[in-house]
């Protein structure tokens, strides 16, 4: 069973960081595209951050450039989010995404409507507040 489960949220406050971990089971993703997105109440989903497995290339979207970084463990199975500098714009629900076509990971967060064959956790929630 394809599986991808999300840890890592919480509470933080303005200008704390947090690591996100998306863990992988039930698939050899070796090939697969993995990304973050979030979604805050009433607005649409955003591609955060997104890795391909092919060379590590990677993309931010532009409201977390400088403060997020993504990295992966193929080894693990595990892609990790680490989030620095948190504002409370960043709050929502974080979930991690895979694309078993191995697209660009522009390509990936930036398309509004993603394959139906992509695998998505459950989300982890992340609030940033005083």
């Known amino acids: 069973q394809l599986q991808l489960v999300e840890s890592g949220g919480g509470l933080v406050q303005p200008g704390g960081s947090l690591r996100l971990s998306c863990s992988a089971s039930?698939?050899?993703?070796?090939?697969?595209?993995i990304g973050w997105f979030r979604q805050a109440p009433g607005k649409e989903r955003e591609g955060v951050s997104c890795?391909?497995?092919?060379?590590?290339?990677?993309y931010y979207a532009d409201s977390v450039k400088g403060r997020f970084s993504i990295s992966r463990d193929n080894v693990k199975k595990i892609v990790y989010l680490q989030m620095d500098s948190l504002k409370p714009e960043d709050t929502g629900v974080y979930y991690c995404?895979?694309?078993?076509?191995?697209?660009?990971?522009?390509?990936?967060?930036?398309?509004?409507?993603?394959?139906?064959?992509?695998?998505w956790g459950q989300g982890t929630q992340v609030t940033v507040s005083s």
């Open positions: 995404a895979a694309d078993p076509v191995g697209p660009s990971g522009q390509i990936m967060c930036q398309r509004p409507d993603p394959p139906s064959d992509n695998v």
């Open positions: 890795i391909t497995a092919s060379d590590g290339t990677t």
């Open positions: 039930g698939f050899r993703w070796d090939y697969w595209t």
